[in-house]
């Protein structure tokens, strides 16, 4: 039979908007000494917003509206910024849009190739791009038409508020704090600075992060918790110890996958799962 704690639990649970996929999982949180976030929507609002446009080769005017064509195909937060930055403008309908999984988009808009994503995207396609663009500590969309850099969209997301505060609890906690990310080092470095994360790396692909966190759990005797909200993150979810998805924002498939749902977008409720696995605990034994 289960203790009666389990239920007591739960229940403690879903009153703070956790919900715990079974009691096993009640006691594995307790465990847990390493967390892994993913930043974009976990650790930050996830809601990008356009701070400046940028030309390069072409004028805004001609440009712009075939990155946000081509962008309007995309769920992507940062594609959304985009698109909520021209939504007044006509668009053309773009033909052939590709994601190119961590890069960005490829396309046709009226009969010219576009690319947008960060500055990887485009060196994948030979086509060269400032250095200095990777130290700027802001998200950047770079675009180009027919093989030309096009120009540059600056966007910014913001940390949560709750972000500081769960961080902070995780340390007194004794956890070791990890973030992954597909956006660029800088940015990445630049958040885990001020949340004052352990270790943060950028840069990743989804496939990328799954390694880390196979790299991160090897040898490791107690558990590592990974929590994160994108469809991307489905694998990395499957792979933890402890699989937390962060309703707030969170798709389908990373729901599905995890063995925690947290129902609000506060990171905070992670510590909040572990002190009711340890309350129950104590209550079970
Ligand atoms: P994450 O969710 O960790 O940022 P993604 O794999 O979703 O990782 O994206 C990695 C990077 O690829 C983004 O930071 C961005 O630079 C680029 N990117 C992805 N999708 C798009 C898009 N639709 N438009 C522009 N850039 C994109
Ligand atoms: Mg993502």
Redesign the pocket.
Known sequence: AIPLGYFGGIGAGSRNGILFKGSSYLDRMTRVDTVVM????TLTKGTFKVQQVVSKGLEEKTWLPLVAAV?KQ?T?P??KA?VEYVKDAQLPIPQQVE?I?????KGIADGKEVL???AK?LRKFNIPVEAELDDVVE?I?VAAVDGKLAGYIIIADEIKEDAQRAIKQMHALGIKTIM?????QAVVDKVAATLNIDTAFGD???EDKVKKVEEIKKGKKEALAFVGD?I?DAPVLAISDVGIAMGGLGSDAAIETADVVIQTDQPSRITTAIMIGKATNRIVW
């Not at 999984?101 to 988009?105: A, D, E, N």
């Not at 992954?180 to 660029?184: Q, R």
């Open positions: 993913d930043k974009t929507g962008e995309s992507h940062i594609a985009v994601e999984k961590g890069h960005g988009l947008a994503g960060n995207l998200t969309v992954l990310s597909g956006d660029k990743l692909l989804p994108g991307n």
